[in-house]
């Protein structure tokens, strides 16, 4: 198992709606990126964050963002949440960019 | 962008046998290419990794292999087990330092170990 926890392991919204997700980082990384996964793909990057500033974004839009807080511990918040946002969202910690770990996933079903 | 794919999408083999699983990415400015292993219902593993100064790293019943001219990438498991039954992620990144360290992954591989 690795260091990295995620919370809520489960969550069901409502279209329109908001959602934070929180990851606290393995003991001595300073790097947070964000994937999601849909459904029998493989994870696609969100956004990384390095020593709490976004070092890096994938193609989707600004209604994800996140914060990352000084003990490198990272939030991802979705606005106006669409039914194809419904995935398994997936945090990865690394310290200064080498082997990224993950944790278990939340998964976020929109109805 | 990178583009990685991933081949074959689904491999059933009998305990024992050996497994192989290949990637193929289009960046050649790519220089790493880590594996992950994910059961249902839990994150990815991180299981093996390579590094493009290197053309193959071994670690016990698991290798990888690279050709960075064909931009090719291989993970081999022999001695197959049941519990190395997952889903098997491939993927690529160009780690320089303090640059973006954003992995591009392939679609994955079901792999199926029969008793």
């Known amino acids: 198992e690795t260091g990295v926890t995620q919370s809520p392991t489960h969550l069901i919204k409502t279209r329109g709606q908001q959602v934070t997700l929180r990851c606290s980082s393995q003991?001595?990384?300073?790097?947070v990126s964000w994937y999601q996964q849909a459904l029998g793909q493989g994870p696609q990057f969100i956004f990384q964050?390095?020593?709490?500033?976004?070092?890096g974004r994938g193609n989707f839009p600004p209604r994800f963002s996140g914060l990352q807080f000084p003990n490198y511990s990272s939030e991802l918040n979705v606005n106006a949440l669409e039914l194809d946002d419904s995935a398994l969202y997936l945090c990865?910690?690394?310290?200064?960019?080498?082997?990224?770990?993950f944790g278990q996933g939340t998964r976020l079903t929109v109805v | 962008g990178e583009n990685v794919e991933q081949h074959p999408s689904t491999l059933s083999v009998q305990e024992g046998d050996s497994a192989v699983i290949k990637c193929t990415y289009s960046?050649?400015?790519?220089?790493?290419f880590p594996w992950y292993k994910q059961e249902l219902g839990k994150g990815p593993q991180l299981i093996i990794d390579?590094?493009?100064?290197?053309g193959e790293k071994k670690d016990q019943r698991i290798a990888v292999t690279l050709n960075k001219t064909a931009k090719h990438f291989s993970l081999h498991i022999t001695e197959t087990q049941p519990e190395d039954s997952a889903v098997y992620f491939c993927?690529?990144?160009?780690?320089?330092?303090?640059?973006?360290?954003?992995?591009?992954f392939g679609k994955g591989t079901l792999l199926t170990v029969n008793p």
């Open positions: 993927a690529a990144s160009l780690n320089s330092g303090g640059s973006n360290y954003k992995l591009t």
């Open positions: 960046d050649s400015a790519s220089n790493y």
């Open positions: 390579i590094r493009s100064n290197v």
């Open positions: 964050y390095y020593r709490e500033e976004e070092n």
């Open positions: 003991s001595g990384h300073n790097t």
């Open positions: 990865a910690s690394s310290r200064n960019n080498e082997k990224a770990f």
